[in-house]
């Protein structure tokens, strides 16, 4: 029977030069295989080879120097090394470009099979097998690894070499802290894990990916920066990939200081329990994470739901009140005369101005280079990291920034010590200044001058007249304490990690990274939405409120906007105390409202952004 069919394949093979493919009839050169096998059937197998992937070609369309049977056969012509670029240009040009080329590894040395070589489609074990016969090291670990024996069992969504190194145009790893290095070390893990259809066919959670997204590492990779943090292959190695509760696993709890501390030296046990791909919204697996996020969300509702409420009603109510004003000068009344009514007075002094100044470059700073890291998703958040010269700079200026806040954080809590305790030109004790009208603490004045407002905002009354500090004041300043608290107090915990993780457990990083980055949104949000509008948007101010920049005001806008503390002034007779001689200086002028218009118009461009963001699916 086996003779019968040899013949028959030898009479196949007789056949094909009358059909064989065109590179080898554009020669017309072609020579009959059965006299190929003839003398070489102890090479190439008749049975085998017509089974093969190349069995409707004839020897000569691979080896096609061969053009004169008599010449090859007293051996002046003998065959080089096969052209496979002639039939398979696309992997040629893809292992051109390979470290197998580098290292003169051509077709042959993975496919010397060639003669019986049949189709794989797409068996995965057939090319895992391939690969092992030269990186024997690493197919011992990834065969008993849970993707080589999920392969090995037969199912082709798990990892194979190829899924992650590509089947011809493979790179060389390289430098291992180089880009490409880190870059590649995360992506091809996300190319499967990313794939919700195919880990819900495997019964495998999704989560992992968007949850190392959501964290710094991920917002970090996005930007373009995955030298700067730790991938997947980081924690989970490359090869030697187990389940949690295998003891061979990197990431089971007996190895997982180690695993963390490549990264952050001495990490401690309390330091591991960093929930990795923590998920905020989980409530049954990460309760704390939820409820912490439930609570921001909330403030972040709230406050700015009063508090746009509260600018949407003033800024109508303002624009009334400018209609008024104007109507009534065009009827030549309502314009009461004050003597000296552009006389100038002093409400901040250079102390203030100048803190105040630190206050902006701050937080502007903050905000420049911390929102691109919170919405890393979007375009422009890569285009502002790479203003900045990367994310490794921007950084850099974060944390100056941070710097800076603490140190303005803490005059101000010097001055508050030293208007309580230490001022010898104040009445009362601590209890009476800390309530009294010069004091920034709230008070129960603050709720009828709120209660004032609202009538005011609904034609119901006339508009209050404040002492020395508004409602809306003392919370902005009473924000920054607040905001030192949540703000600074998570964002130290996120700058020296391992220092808070020795005392504290891993999962309050996961806590602090929600609180900071949400805390950071309503700070922002807040300050250039409806600070903004209270300093220099409302009606009566806008476009800019230069008073924090010089300091002053003339008395026409004194007693009209803060009546009450001018009355209090001249019962105590020292309002002549606060008269300035004469203004601040032309240039000084044009410098400081130049910065300050630029301040206005960068954190309204932050605004857009982020409402940009919002619509288009970064929320955190």
């Not at 995955?226 to 509760?245: I, M, N, R, Y």
Request: proline residues 4%; hydrophobic residues 45%.
């Amino acid at each position: 029977m086996s003779k019968i069919f040899s013949r028959l394949t030898l009479a196949l093979l007789f056949l094909l030069p009358l059909c064989f493919n065109a590179s080898a009839a554009e020669n017309s050169l072609a020579i009959d295989p059965m006299t190929c096998l003839e003398c070489h059937s102890d090479v190439v197998s008749a049975e085998e080879f017509a089974a093969s992937v190349h069995g409707r070609n004839a020897c000569t369309s691979c080896h096609t120097d061969i053009t004169d049977l008599d010449a090859h056969m007293i051996g002046e012509q003998m065959p080089g090394p096969p052209q496979c670029v002639r039939c398979h240009k696309q992997e040629t040009a893809e292992h051109y470009a390979s470290v197998h080329m580098l290292n003169d590894i051509t077709c042959s040395a993975c496919h010397h099979d060639i003669h019986s070589h049949t189709y794989w489609q797409g068996d995965k074990r057939i090319a895992v097998a391939k690969c092992t016969e030269c990186h024997a090291d690493s197919f011992e670990v990834y065969h008993e690894s849970i993707h080589g024996q999920a392969v090995a069992a037969g199912n082709m969504d798990s990892a194979a070499c190829f899924d992650c190194h590509n089947l011809h145009q493979i790179q060389e790893v390289g430098d291992p802290d180089a880009f490409e290095t880190r870059e590649f070390h995360t992506r091809v893990c996300l190319d499967c894990h990313a794939d919700k259809e195919m880990m819900a066919r495997n019964n495998v959670t999704s989560v992992a990916v968007s949850t190392y997204m959501d964290s710094y590492h991920g917002k970090s990779y996005r930007l373009g920066y995955p030298e700067l943090v730790a991938g997947c292959a980081d924690c989970h190695t490359s090869h030697a990939v187990f389940q949690h509760d295998d003891p061979r696993a990197s990431t089971n709890s007996a190895n997982l200081v180690a695993t963390c501390g490549a990264c952050h030296p001495g990490a401690t046990p309390l330091f591991v329990k960093f929930y990795s791909h923590g998920d905020y919204s989980d409530r049954e697996n990460y309760p704390i994470l939820y409820w912490t996020f439930v609570s921001m969300t909330t403030l972040l509702v709230s406050v700015f739901a009063v508090f746009w409420v509260h600018t949407l009603l003033w800024m109508f109510r303002g624009f009334v009140e400018n209609r008024e004003k104007r109507a009534a000068l065009i009827r030549g009344e309502g314009h009461h005369h004050i003597p000296d009514a552009y006389k100038i007075y002093r409400r901040f002094n250079r102390l203030h101005i100048f803190l105040h100044l630190l206050v902006i470059i701050s937080f502007l700073g903050l905000s420049l280079t911390g929102l691109p890291l919170k919405f890393a998703s979007q375009p422009w958040a890569k285009i502002l990291m790479d203003f900045f010269g990367g994310a490794h700079n921007a950084a850099l200026i974060h944390r100056a920034c941070a710097v800076i806040t603490f140190v303005y954080f803490g005059a101000a809590v010097v001055m508050s010590y030293n208007f309580l305790f230490v001022r010898k030109d104040l009445p009362g004790n601590p209890i009476q200044r800390l309530f009294g009208p010069d004091s920034l603490f709230p008070n129960l004045r603050d709720i009828n001058d709120i209660a004032g407002m609202f009538r005011w905002f609904l034609f119901l009354g006339p508009k209050p007249t404040f002492e020395r500090w508004t409602y809306w004041e003392k919370f902005d300043f009473l924000a920054v304490f607040w905001g030192m608290i949540a703000i600074g107090g998570s964002g130290l915990m996120l700058w020296f990690p391992e220092f808070f993780g020795g005392f504290l457990p891993g999962w309050a990083f996961n806590v602090a990274t929600i609180i900071h980055s949400d805390e950071a949104l309503l700070a922002t949000g807040f300050i250039f939405t409806v600070h903004f509008f209270n300093t220099h948007g409302r009606p009566e101010k806008f476009p800019m409120d230069f008073v924090i920049f010089n300091g002053e005001m003339n008395k026409e806008e004194f007693i009209e906007e803060r009546g009450d503390q001018w009355k209090r002034y001249e019962e105590l007779g020292i309002t002549e105390q606060f008269v300035k001689p004469k203004p601040s200086g032309v240039l000084y002028d044009f410098i400081l409202k130049t910065f300050g218009f630029l301040a206005v118009i960068t954190g309204l461009s932050l605004v857009v952004l982020m409402i940009y963001a919002f619509m288009h699916g970064g929320l955190h």
